[in-house]
């Protein structure tokens, strides 16, 4: 008996840790953080670029908390690495809504930019101190 109920245990929490890995692949775009320490999920992610040498976005959405839309701007010809976020710097940014408020401090990294299927992956935190905003264990995945 104590057999089964390991197994049932393990069969479910493998599971769940599967499911886990397939719900953070781009086959659906997604974007989720930490904002001053409550779980903030898009219900809408957009990824869009434009054109030779401009800039890939990505736009997230949700209609919940003290963030209603996050925005990540990177070059168009980005390399997987980790980038700093400044404020008045715009080559790799986040900005928040509603307010249009750059990030101050913080860090963008790429771990995934497949310019053949146009598919950008990666982590992100940051602050804007001037508003009291907290961003942690950010992670996104969009096709742009």
């Known amino acids: 008996m104590k057999t089964s109920a390991l197994f049932l245990t393990l069969f ?8 886990d890995k397939l719900d953070k692949s781009c086959d659906a775009n997604f974007l989720e953080a930490d904002v ?20 890939i976005t990505i736009q997230a959405k949700a209609n919940f908390g003290q963030v209603r839309e996050i925005v ?9 690495g980790t980038y700093q ?27 995934v930019h497949d310019t053949t299927n146009k598919i950008i ?12 905003l907290s961003v942690e264990a950010g992670s996104f995945c969009a096709k742009y």
């Open 12 to 19: 479910l929490l493998t599971g769940l840790a599967c499911k």
């Open 36 to 55: 001053n320490n409550v779980f903030w999920q898009a219900e809408e992610v957009t990824g869009f670029s434009f054109g030779v040498g401009g800039n």
């Open 72 to 80: 990540i701007q990177v070059p168009m010809d980005v390399t997987t």
């Open 85 to 111: 976020l400044q404020t008045g710097v715009f080559l790799h940014s986040i900005v928040v809504v509603p307010g249009a408020f750059q990030a101050e401090t913080g860090e963008l990294t790429i771990t």
């Open 121 to 132: 992956k990666g982590t992100f935190f940051f602050s804007i101190p001037s508003e009291g």
